[in-house]
């Protein structure tokens, strides 16, 4: 699994449209409790520029993950010197999970095309949906949970009842419980990797403070956080993906 995204290109483009959103929203007529959630119209000047700078940040993570995958394919291909087509080492699945999507949902009895906000969220579209690529359209879309690197991860299927309940969203992670800042005063990145190796887990990292960032503790129990979304129907468990090795670049 990968998990990456545009890196610092995102968040710049949140930081300066959040100002701009700002300075705007005066013209129309725009109130908020809380200047994180500066906001202009959609189809206004402003709006369409935003959008179109995000999904350029969503295009360029997904070039990202691509070239990361074609890394590893590489490593695998020459450490075991087959191609990574004959190990098998195809894409389930890639999905951008912080943003905005224009989709039809079905409210009050009535099909409208709304913006779709994700934040801490993925798609969870059901079987039978055509926005679900024909390979899987049988069994829902995939949703990619990720856990933690020291617990693992899940692999679950889209519903029809996220459909009507979460307009076809589930949740894309454990979440975390405390900051990266915290868990680096809670941990040291030395002791988490030994205490890794020696469960039979191989860690690789840039630095030590940057793998105490995403130690387990950080983070909520994947068990529950996937139980909850299982039990409630919006998310259907398929595959529990147990860690055996984690590079945290």
Do not use: W
């Not at 995958?69 to 191609?83: K, L, N, P, W, Y």
């Amino acid at each position: 699994m990968v998990h990456c995204g545009s890196r610092g290109f995102g968040h710049q483009i949140a930081t300066d449209y959040l100002q701009l959103f700002l300075n705007s929203m005066k013209k129309y007529g725009l109130k908020i409790l809380d200047r994180e959630l500066s906001c202009a119209p959609f189809k206004s000047p402003e709006g369409q520029d935003y959008f179109g700078a995000m999904a350029c940040a969503a295009n360029s993570a997904f070039a990202n993950r691509q070239l990361i995958t074609h890394r590893i394919r590489e490593a695998f291909s020459q450490t075991f010197g087959r191609s990574a087509e004959e190990l098998g080492m195809h894409i389930i699945y890639d999905v951008a999970h912080n943003i905005a999507k224009i989709e039809k949902h079905e409210i009050d009895g009535e099909e409208k095309e709304v913006i779709v906000h994700r934040k801490g969220a993925t798609r969870s579209f059901p079987p039978d949906s055509p926005d679900v690529t024909e390979i899987y359209r049988a069994k829902g879309q995939p949703v990619i949970v990720g856990g933690s690197m020291e617990t693992g991860s899940y692999l679950l299927a889209g519903t029809h009842k996220a459909s009507q309940m979460t307009f076809g969203s589930t949740c894309h992670g454990a979440g975390r419980v405390m900051s990266r800042m915290a868990a680096k005063r809670k941990v040291r990145g030395t002791e988490l990797r030994q205490r890794m190796t020696e469960r039979g887990m191989v860690v690789r990292a840039v630095s030590m403070s940057g793998l105490a960032e995403e130690a387990g503790l950080a983070y909520k129990n994947i068990d529950e956080v996937v139980n909850t979304v299982d039990n409630l129907g919006i998310s259907k468990k398929v595959q529990q993906l147990k860690p055996l090795g984690s590079i945290k670049g």
